[in-house]
T-cell receptor, first 112, second 112 residues
């Protein structure tokens, strides 16, 4: 069936370094993808999204890359800060947002 | 900034009891969702709701579950007879016109 998964369950980076979190998806018909951040005890928080007709989208300190050829999505965080420590989920969404599938999540730990 | 609010933050109940989890979606959103997250696991889709009816539901959303929008602001999830395995975080979300879902902080349900 359709699934969204993550290559790395945990990622530790030094404060100030760049982080790259990866996600693989299987439904090539998905319309767009979202990265969410979930801090302990809180609900998922929207970070950035990308439409299926795009390859790259940049936010303030984040960049999402979409490689449809290999069905791969990545989230790059520049100059990682302690406040970036959280679990990051990718999610794929089909037409009308009715099929919304989360990946299992990657825990990002920022080391001082 | 508008946000999705959920109450209570923690609900403790005995097995077999009925619980109602409450959500107030963002006011101009039209699509509403319930998800659950068992401790340490990924977020799972339960049900989506639009125009006062269920538009999609997962296999988790069996006859013990129901949703309702009793008035113009609340969106509720009812579990008729709770089981131990219903213990989880339950997240409500509402969706904007761009398809992005915004999540509440969740209700932790503990079934004893």
């Amino acid at each position: 069936g359709e699934s969204v998964g993550l290559h790395l369950p945990t990622l530790s980076v030094q404060e100030g370094d760049n982080s790259i979190i990866n996600c693989a998806y299987s439904n090539s018909a998905s319309d767009y993808f979202i990265w969410y951040k979930q801090e302990s005890g809180k609900g998922p928080q929207f970070i950035i999204d990308i439409r299926s007709n795009m390859d790259k989208r940049q936010g303030q300190r984040v960049t999402v890359l979409l490689n449809k050829t290999v069905k791969h999505l990545s989230l790059q965080i520049a100059a990682t800060q302690p406040g970036d420590s959280a679990v990051y989920f990718c999610a794929e969404i089909s037409f009308h947002g009715q099929n919304f599938v989360f990946g299992p999540g990657t825990r990002l730990s920022v080391l001082p | 900034e508008p946000e999705v609010t959920q109450t209570p933050s923690h609900q403790v109940t005995q097995m077999g009891q009925e619980v109602i989890l409450r959500c107030v979606p963002i006011s101009n959103h039209l699509y509403f969702y319930w998800y659950r997250q068992i401790l340490g696991q990924k977020v799972e889709f339960l049900v989506s709701f639009y125009n006062n009816e269920i538009s999609e539901k997962s296999e988790i959303f069996d006859d013990q579950f129901s949703v309702e929008r009793p008035d113009g602001s609340n969106f509720t999830l009812k579990i008729r007879s709770t089981k131990l395995e219903d213990s989880a975080m339950y997240f409500c979300a509402s969706r904007d016109q761009n398809g992005i879902q915004y999540f509440g902080a969740g209700t932790r349900l503990s079934v004893l």
